[in-house]
């Protein structure tokens, strides 16, 4: 957001500053400093000595005929707190200061929390028939240990490759 500021030079007399007591502005703000000279032409610097936690602005020098404008970039990560604004003229012999108070940025609107209702969960489906397949092919390993018969251990085996097939192919 712009935060203008009205300067005017040579109002009363020559290299007189006429500015406000301060600025308000809120991080990531440009205060633009809007000069108007009122006589004859001037140089005067606009510097900010105590600045640099709050802008990139160091200090600039103007010869102003007219009517110019100067724009301050205040940083976005920026904490609340003040610094100063020097405007001179007359090559010192006249000084004037701007406060600037940055304030904290509004506190953001609290939303209310979009509550999403979850689905049913449906009831896990067990795998019956991979089950009855294994169970069918241990009791065959069972009956194998018992018996010695070789019909038996390949039976289970078989059986265990079809339960691993139904399984995968009756997933869901």
Known sequence: MDVPCEIRLNRYRINSIDLPESVEARPG???????????????????APDGGRFTDFVH????????????????????PGTFTLQVITGYGANRSDLEVYVRDLPAPKEEEP???Q???????KLPVVSFAIVTAAALLFIVYVGTGLTVFEASAFLLLVAGVLAAWFLRP
Do not use: C, M, W
Request: glycine share 2%.
């Open 29 to 47: 703000d440009i205060i633009i400093l809007e000069l108007f000279n009122e006589g004859s032409p001037l140089h005067l610097t606009i510097s």
């Open 60 to 79: 600039e020098n103007v010869f102003l005929k007219e009517d110019a404008e100067v724009q301050v970039y205040l940083r976005n990560d920026i904490f």
């Open 114 to 116: 979009v509550v999403v």
């Open 118 to 124: 979850p689905e049913p969960e449906a009831a896990p």
